[in-house]
């Protein structure tokens, strides 16, 4: 089974999410982490959190971009 690691930068469209819910339930992947992407990452980060708890997967790792200020 792949195992992948999702690099993304959900918020304004749609279009992350659906990728992600996509790849979550393909029952031949493995999804081991999701990174976000362009600023503000840490709330696209809590968007991610939200969405796998929806789904029950509160096991997949999520970690932000550093911020450079």
């Not at 279009?15 to 029952?27: V, W």
């Not at 939200?50 to 509160?58: E, H, S």
């Amino acid at each position: 089974m792949p195992r992948i690691l999702i690099d993304t930068d959900p918020g304004q469209d749609i279009d992350d999410l659906l990728a992600i819910l996509f790849a979550l339930r393909r029952p031949e992947l493995e999804v081991c982490a999701i990174t976000t992407v362009t600023l503000p990452s840490d709330r696209r980060a809590r968007l991610i959190k939200r969405l796998l708890r929806m789904l029950g997967r509160t096991g997949i790792p999520v970690a932000a971009a550093a911020s450079w200020k």
